[in-house]
Nanobody, 124 residues
């Protein structure tokens, strides 16, 4: 059983900052790419940022220069530091991780796992 538990989020004024964190736990053999996605009302879920185990990052154009993704491989956590927030950043933010587990027959299997989502609202 693998779980992703998010923390952070909330209400912030335009121009403000927020920090989201996500911790992976359970029967993890290998934690591969971790990332954050978001879904605004009436829109599809979209990529925000990803980071590999080696620290290579990828950002959506809309957040480049404002958001920073980082991870702690020892703690199986990923963090999204968001600054210069605007109302357009309002969405439910989801943590995502591609994780390899060992099955009962000792085969390795990689799947995508999702957190429960955390609301970020940018409003004055």
């Amino acid at each position: 059983q693998v779980q992703l538990v998010e923390s952070g989020g909330g209400l912030v004024q335009p121009g403000g900052s927020l920090r989201l964190s996500c911790a992976a736990s359970g029967s993890i053999f290998r934690l591969l790419v971790m990332g954050w996605y978001r879904q605004a009302p009436g829109k599809q879920r979209e990529l925000v940022a990803t980071i590999t185990g080696g620290g290579n990052t990828n950002y959506a154009d809309s957040v480049k220069g404002r958001f920073t993704i980082s991870r702690d491989n020892a703690k199986n956590t990923v963090t999204l530091q968001m600054s210069s927030l605007s109302p357009e950043d309002t969405a439910v933010y989801y943590c995502n991780a591609r994780i390899t587990v060992i099955l009962s027959d000792l085969r390795a299997r990689a799947d995508d796992y999702w957190g429960q989502g955390t609301q970020v609202t940018v409003s004055s």
